[in-house]
């Protein structure tokens, strides 16, 4: 299905736009992303928009988690996709709290990782988005990528969320503090297995690289002996050791 095509039926319903979309769609065929995670969908408007990239390339499946609550909405995923003919490409997930739950069973689940793309854009905090974003490294395959929606989206600027009893509550440090920025400045960008950081407009690009350091990796051991020599005197003596750590 053509991205055009699609948006025919997206164009009026939130929350991605259609030069989002586009952007999506290349990235989503250029790198030849088969197996996608997303983690917060709604009404499932960017779930469709990646099931129809998968449907050009011919095959593919999206794994999509976020609140029971969404199954609610109208329309929701499940008939959008139905609408668009792309519910072959799309498993969904509903969870009462958080998808970090769902993530610990996938690790439970899968012998190695899967993932080579995951879409973030679901609590937009550091609390669950830090988290989860640990988790989905132990999903994402070597060379696959994450992409953070709203790097710097606030609670605060947020029309639909800053007049809750749960922001208003909020201390205003972190009201007024793009949180995702936080975990992808502080997190990401700082972590060994991740590198061709970008920025794009709202979004926030990193890669897994592809030779992540081994489980098993043989580490250098220095253990200090105590030799005693002659009458009572006493020499150090350094012994070197090569140690594999246990996987």
């Given at each position: 299905?053509?991205?055009?095509?699609?948006?025919?039926?997206?164009?009026n319903?939130?929350h991605?736009?259609?030069?989002?979309?586009?952007?999506?769609?290349?990235?989503?065929?250029?790198n030849?992303?088969?197996?996608?995670?997303?983690?917060?969908?709604?009404?499932?408007?960017?779930?469709?928009?990646?099931a129809?990239?998968?449907?050009?390339?011919?095959?593919?499946?999206?794994?999509?988690?976020?609140?029971?609550?969404?199954?609610?909405l109208?329309?929701?995923?499940?008939?959008?996709?139905?609408?668009l003919?792309?519910?072959?490409?799309?498993?969904?997930?509903?969870?009462?709290?958080?998808?970090t739950?769902?993530?610990?069973?996938?690790?439970?689940?899968?012998s190695?990782?899967?993932?080579?793309?995951?879409?973030?854009?679901?609590a937009?905090?550091?609390?669950?988005d830090?988290?989860?974003?640990?988790?989905?490294?132990?999903?994402?395959?070597?060379?696959?990528w994450?992409?953070?929606?709203?790097?710097?989206?606030?609670?605060?600027?947020?029309?639909?969320l800053?007049?809750?009893?749960?922001i208003?509550?909020?201390?205003q440090?972190?009201?007024?503090?793009?949180?995702?920025?936080?975990?992808?400045?502080?997190?990401?960008?700082s972590h060994?297995?991740?590198?061709?950081?970008k920025v794009?407009?709202?979004?926030?690009?990193?890669?897994?690289?592809?030779?992540?350091?081994?489980?098993?990796?043989?580490?250098?051991?220095?253990?200090?002996e105590?030799?005693?020599v002659?009458?009572?005197?006493?020499?150090?003596?350094?012994?070197?050791?090569?140690a594999?750590?246990?996987?």
């Amino acid at each position: 299905m053509k991205l055009e095509q699609a948006h025919k039926v997206l164009k009026n319903i939130p929350h991605m736009t259609l030069q989002q979309a586009q952007v999506m769609t290349e990235f989503i065929i250029d790198n030849r992303c088969h197996n996608i995670l997303e983690l917060g969908f709604e009404r499932g408007v960017s779930t469709c928009y990646m099931a129809a990239a998968l449907d050009e390339i011919g095959e593919g499946s999206i794994t999509t988690i976020d609140l029971e609550s969404t199954h609610h909405l109208e329309p929701n995923i499940e008939s959008l996709l139905d609408k668009l003919n792309l519910s072959q490409y799309v498993n969904i997930f509903y969870e009462p709290t958080s998808y970090t739950w769902r993530l610990m069973k996938f690790i439970e689940e899968k012998s190695k990782p899967l993932y080579d793309l995951c879409y973030l854009d679901g609590a937009h905090s550091w609390f669950d988005d830090g988290f989860a974003f640990f988790l989905v490294d132990k999903l994402i395959a070597p060379g696959g990528w994450i992409i953070f929606d709203d790097v710097d989206w606030t609670f605060a600027t947020s029309q639909g969320l800053k007049g809750s009893p749960l922001i208003k509550d909020m201390p205003q440090e972190e009201k007024e503090t793009p949180q995702i920025r936080k975990v992808y400045e502080l997190l990401v960008k700082s972590h060994p297995n991740y590198g061709e950081f970008k920025v794009i407009d709202n979004w926030a690009f990193a890669r897994k690289i592809q030779k992540v350091m081994p489980q098993n990796e043989i580490k250098k051991e220095v253990i200090y002996e105590r030799e005693y020599v002659g009458l009572g005197s006493a020499l150090l003596r350094i012994a070197r050791k090569i140690a594999k750590s246990i996987e």
